[in-house]
């Protein structure tokens, strides 16, 4: 017994001394000495949810970041869109002491805190999707959200003519990005399209493409004269577009919205679908981690700054909140366009 | 006489299935008050096609409940059997294979449901923890080795099934509306669920187990087989719900069940199904299940915010514990140990039943 105690002993330390030899390795450009003890040196990005096409994609950008770099970094997330889980997944990878942290939450407000935990802890935290974040180091979006917001709604009311009804999807009334873009849509179609009516309040899709192919079907019926589809979440493109070609209703309807090529590909060919709007998530994930790399090696962000990476070569910082940066890496695809996109 | 007059007032409504059709039929009426142009064939396919899935769910929870356990490992059997069986399957075929992807589903589905019914007995706790455990232990292994990645394009065969119509009418309003083939599979498993559980020794097996675990054994029923069978069942009938969702919505995502038992819960024991086992049926299920798609799909129409679904289904969940609770005061369920009669039931046996339900 003692001498396996011994052993284990052995081991423990063994394996410190290792951990202490990557930190040291992984930080020697910038020599931060708050990352440095017991650090692990990885760089780890928290998504929303694991298993969609979306982030799928953007663990690719994880790849490529420590292909360019040669820095350890993963990605993981709850298996729901679980604001709890997320906060859970993040706290159990406080403990293990990553370098950095890319967080992609599901509610920004409910992260907050355990954001200020992994700082307290010396991890650097830099989050996307989160505009008005106030706990992180740094804030990484591909684009302007109001922009974004505008660009659909221009493309669904050239489709509309600039008339009819339309209705806005969003992940969850609480999702900060979903409602910006719904919210500056909604201001786009008062001021340019006023012969155009929005029917509802957003409808929440739960990030779920089944929920978003039910409520479309009630939608359509409750609102005869519905014409427009506005969606934000990456879900609900492909739930509204399977409802409109159940009803045949392709010539009919514009469906516009946040997509991914995979998961749309089949829609926006027969029609269902008129036009996809993304950022690609996997230059977005290599972003978030070169952004913590600059910060972890000592570094600043600030308007101008190059992250190596297309679509973030000249990050804005947004006037709402100085820890927003912005890139301009928006995507809109259409039928024509939508095969160049493997993803 | 006036006594008789209460119980029957209380026997009125004890009548869930009663009550289920008046419930049904006010929110009815009050669709049509406020937004009578819903009320179309439009709806009634909409309602059929959402209902079908949580239907054949609700039966095989149904199932377990009689046989009096709580089953919450249904939809993480379901989608692990449909997504594995997308897997398994070849891509391309013609339309007539589309039963191999089923066959392959139901077959993991009984397999899973072996899984349930070996920790049930093995382990010896209450069929609640068990399955909750083997879910967690499902999705754990769906994720790891057979893929947690959203599948696009399902197998040919399946797609055609899937945009097969039984019915095809013109919309109300625009465009067409359609009721899909796969609602006759899911009335034929429905209908024999029924016969089974009414006409069968097995069936009446699960009943009496469900009653009253130690009387059923005592009277010759054989527990550990009757176990055996309900689990085989219900994994089976999940199996085939999930199969039957992939081959509705195109596409076969792990996730798209997360969080969805309470819904399921809540149609079966609003349906009349006794919580604590013995008591159910299929008729009652179908009820249950036609309310709650009912009231999800009304709440647009009706102008309720849908933030407030969760809200109303668990207040039915409620509702029909309430009154299971108001109609076991006229129905005695455990005649068979009615305290009126000591031989039948001694004071050591009740304290064993005790603890069964305990367990339960």
Redesign the interface.
């Known amino acids: 017994m003692p001498q396996h105690l011994s052993a284990t002993l052995v081991t423990g330390v063994l394996a410190l001394t290792l951990t202490a030899c990557g930190t040291v390795g992984s930080s020697s450009g910038g020599g931060d000495p708050a990352g440095a003890e017991g650090s692990s040196g990885e760089y780890v990005n928290v998504v929303k949810?694991?298993?969609?096409?979306w982030f799928?994609r953007m663990e690719t950008g994880v790849d490529a970041f420590t292909e360019q770099t040669g820095l350890a970094a993963s990605q993981t997330g709850p298996?729901?869109a679980d604001t709890e889980l997320q906060v859970g997944v993040i706290q159990g990878l406080i403990a293990q002491r990553p370098e950095a942290l890319g967080v992609v939450p599901l509610d920004p407000g409910a992260v907050e805190n355990v954001i200020q935990q992994a700082k307290d802890a010396g991890i650097v935290v830099v989050t996307h999707e989160a505009p008005t974040i106030q706990n992180a180091d740094a804030d990484i979006e591909a684009f302007d959200n109001a922009d974004y917001g505008t660009k659909i709604m221009a493309g669904l009311a050239e489709c509309m003519g600039g008339e009819g009804e339309y209705v806005q999807f969003v992940g969850s009334?609480t999702s900060e990005t979903h409602m910006a873009w719904a919210e500056a849509g909604l201001a786009a179609q008062q001021a340019e399209h006023p012969g155009m009516t929005r029917v509802s309040?957003p409808?929440?899709s739960d990030d779920?493409?089944?929920t978003a192919?039910?409520?479309t079907?009630?939608?359509?019926?409750?609102n005869?004269a519905l014409r427009g589809f506005f969606g934000d979440s990456s879900q609900d493109v492909?739930g509204i577009g399977?409802a409109i070609a159940?009803?045949?209703?392709q010539d009919?309807t514009c469906v516009y919205g946040t997509g991914v090529p995979?998961?749309t590909?089949?829609l926006v060919a027969d029609g269902s679908v008129d036009g996809i709007y993304l950022w690609d998530p996997a230059l977005a994930g290599q972003a978030v981690l070169s952004a913590a790399q600059i910060i972890a090696e000592g570094g600043e962000l600030s308007t101008g700054t190059d992250l190596g990476v297309e679509g973030y070569g000249s990050l804005v910082q947004s006037p709402d909140n100085p820890k927003t940066f912005l890139g301009d890496a928006a995507l809109a695809l259409t039928a024509e366009t939508i095969d160049d996109y493997d993803f | 006489m006036k006594a008789a007059g209460a119980s029957r007032w209380r026997r009125v409504a004890g009548d869930q299935e009663l009550l289920l059709l008046v419930l049904l039929g006010l929110l009815l009426v009050a669709v049509a008050a406020r937004a009578p142009e819903v009320l179309t064939v439009d709806t009634l396919f909409n309602v059929a096609r959402e209902s079908m899935v949580t239907l054949v769910f609700a039966v095989a929870v149904l199932i377990v409940i009689i046989s009096g356990g709580i089953d919450v490992s249904f939809l993480a059997v379901g989608i692990f059997a449909a997504y594995s069986a997308v897997s398994l399957v070849p891509q391309e075929g013609p339309a007539a294979t589309a039963w191999l992807p089923f066959a392959v589903a139901v077959a993991i589905g009984v397999a899973l449901g072996l899984v349930n019914a070996a920790v049930v007995l093995g382990a010896g706790v209450s069929t609640l923890i068990a399955t909750l455990a083997t879910s967690a232990v499902f999705l754990g292994v769906l994720f790891a080795f057979v893929g947690g990645t959203v599948v696009n394009s399902i197998p040919e065969p399946l797609r055609v099934l899937g945009s097969t119509s039984l019915l095809e009418l013109p919309a109300a309003g625009r465009g067409t509306t359609r009721l899909s083939v796969l609602v006759l599979p899911v009335l034929v498993v429905c209908a024999a669920t029924a016969a089974f559980l009414r006409w069968t020794v097995a069936g009446r097996s699960i009943f009496a187990m469900g009653g009253d675990r130690e009387a059923a054994r005592r009277a010759g029923v054989a527990i550990g087989p009757t176990v055996v069978l309900v689990f085989a069942l219900s994994g089976a009938l999940a199996g085939l719900a999930g199969m039957t969702h992939v081959a509705l919505s195109g596409r076969a995502d792990p996730t798209t069940f997360f969080g969805g038992e309470l819904n399921v819960l809540a149609a079966v024991v609003l349906g009349g199904a006794l919580i604590s086992g013995g008591r159910g049926s299929v008729r009652g299920t179908v009820l249950g299940v036609l309310l709650i798609t009912c009231i999800r799909s009304s709440l647009i129409p009706l102008g309720i915010p849908p933030v407030w679904q969760e809200a109303v289904i668990g207040s039915l969940l409620i509702l029909g514990v309430v009154l299971q609770a108001l109609a076991s005061r006229v129905k005695p369920v455990r005649a068979i140990l009615d305290p009126a009669d000591p031989v039948l039931a001694p004071a050591p046996l009740r304290r064993d039943v005790v603890e069964a339900g305990d367990a339960r």
């Open positions: 949810l694991t298993g969609i096409a799928d298996a729901t009334l309040d409808v929440e779920n493409a089944d192919y039910e409520k079907k009630q939608l359509l019926q409750a005869p492909p399977r159940e009803a045949g209703l009919d995979s998961e590909r089949e």
